[in-house]
């Protein structure tokens, strides 16, 4: 897919989307991806940096993850 094709398909896809929400969501995640300065992991923590460190160290290991199913049960009561 070419570019004008990509940018043309994410427009649609925000056009179709009607809750400010996840509207935000999409801005928020695309304003930050264009954040190089690393301002996201300095704002944390040294204790949150260790966690999210210690997360992707472990889900290099097949047997510490869980299926999606799994966690949905986990977390049912959050929704």
């Known amino acids: ?3 004008a ?3 043309s398909e994410f ?3 925000i056009d179709q989307i009607d809750d400010p ?3 935000e969501q999409f801005y928020n995640a695309m304003s930050q991806s264009f954040n190089s300065d690393g ?3 300095n704002s944390l ?3 949150q940096q260790q966690s999210v460190i210690d997360a992707y160290e472990e889900s290099k290991n ?3 993850l869980i299926t999606l ?3 949905k049960i986990k977390y049912a009561n959050w929704s």
């Open 21 to 23: 929400e996840i509207i």
């Open 45 to 47: 923590t040294p204790a």
């Open 39 to 41: 301002a996201m992991w």
């Open 11 to 13: 427009h649609n896809l």
């Open 62 to 64: 097949d047997d510490t």
């Open 5 to 7: 094709e990509l940018k």
């Open 1 to 3: 897919m070419s570019l």
């Open 69 to 71: 199913d799994e966690l």
